[in-house]
């Protein structure tokens, strides 16, 4: 099984970035996908969920601002983020939610700076 996430980097505040995780040795139409991030310091939180089915979640750090999609035929799962503040500075993380699993990619860093 693997979960690659890319599309991180630099960005200034108010930018916007879209993430990417492909997946492999899953049935990505079974599992949950969602993306969490870890600022330095922190704990890792969740920032959005999307369900098999496409029920979406989000933090409330990010409504409004952040947006999760599911593109099954790709097995791939995107994150949106738009209006980035300098707080949304992390590492993100994909992971798969299966009813018995959880798999994590790999993480990709995303700064917002000026």
């Known amino acids: 099984v693997q979960l690659q996430a890319f599309g991180g980097g630099l960005v200034q505040p108010g930018g916007s970035l879209r993430l990417s995780c492909t997946t492999s040795g899953i049935n990505f139409g079974l599992y949950a996908m969602g993306w969490y991030r870890q600022a330095p310091g922190k704990q890792r939180e969740l920032v959005a969920t999307i369900t098999n089915l496409g029920t979406t979640n989000y933090a409330d750090s990010v409504k409004g601002r952040f947006t999760i999609s599911r593109d099954t035929a790709k097995s791939t799962v995107y994150l949106q983020m738009n209006s980035l503040e300098p707080e949304d500075t992390a590492v993100y993380y994909c992971?798969?939610?299966?009813?018995?699993?959880?798999?994590w990619g790999q993480g990709t860093r995303v700064t917002v700076s000026s």
């Open positions: 992971n798969a939610k299966g009813r018995l699993t959880d798999f």
